[in-house]
């Protein structure tokens, strides 16, 4: 885990790395887009990219968002930003606005204040070094955010910007199941992308046009609401009360479901259940614990979600269907459960009036009881 501070010795050190890879990588970026000739009356939709710089995607996605008349945010990952501090550069020369994303993609409300504080501060000196710019927005891995997390967001003055839609690129979704993604957004709203995937590359000229149709363009994102607004600071669309968790995990779960092992006998299970509610929407975190004395090798989640809720996006675990009796199925690297272990699942939806929970869950088929 890296330190909570880095001695003037190291900065140096890191600026000094900085300088020398800008002068050791060319990159060939478009120019930054102009979209002096664009009808916004529609409004502004923020279109955000987690996890780069990454040296396979990060320059195709910019010449593709440059081509297209389209910026963006990009949600950097700090350690990929020492790494590669000349593609960081490129984001900005290319027009884009960068943002933080933590050091390591960790499970922040894991870790301790002191842990959580060198994540975002690493983060935003490796920011700094690589561009010369101080970043304002950050977006945290996994959607796990709390308390904690936020004070230690407003010491570093960051704004949490969380999402509206979910393309689920990460899932393995088409070029055209992002574009259409996409085109659900409204005035304001925050789509979640991944610099990672060259489906999502793919997607830009089609996401340019789809605004276009709509006369809509892409934003930045407001410091003060995290709702996107136009680049010159317009104003503000309102957000709600609370807004959503957002990154979903990087790692992409598998095409097709996991051989489960039941949990041993009755009461092996636990599950927490806690809803966050505003207007219309919604989003409930669940915490799975194994209560038996043995593990637990793929599993399945199942409940009855309360009449007119529905699920439109999720982290950490694959749902189906979206709305009724819904089965929540482990990602690829979260199926193994050990005795005493918990896994944290989690989905954002929209509701009717009822924000109620669900009232039993069962784990492969058995019943759980309800914290």
Known sequence: MPST???????AALASL????AAAVTLTVAAAPSASAADCSGGYVGLTYDDGPNTGTTTSLLNALTSAGLRATFFNIGQR?????????SQVNAGMWIANHSWTHPHLPQMSTQQITSELSQTQQAIQQATGQTARLFRPPYGETNATIRSIEAQLGLTEVLWDVDSQDWNGASTSAIVQAAGRLQNGQVILMHDGYQTTIQAVPQIASNLASRNMCAGMISTATGRAVAPDGGSPTTPPTTRPPTTPPTSVPPTTPPVTTPPPGGGACRV????NAWNTGLTASITITNTSSAAVNGWTLAFALPSGQTITSGWNASYSPSSGQVSARNASYNGSIAPNASVGIGFQATH??????????TLNGTACTVA
Request: proline fraction near 6%; charged fraction near 10%; aromatic fraction near 6%.
């Open 272 to 275: 927490g259940y806690t809803v």
């Open 352 to 361: 009717t009036g009822n924000t109620g929970r669900p009232a039993s869950f």
């Open 5 to 11: 501070h880095l001695s003037r010795r190291t900065v």
């Open 81 to 89: 930003v020492q790494q590669n501090p000349a593609l960081a550069r």
């Open 18 to 21: 900085a300088t020398a890879a």
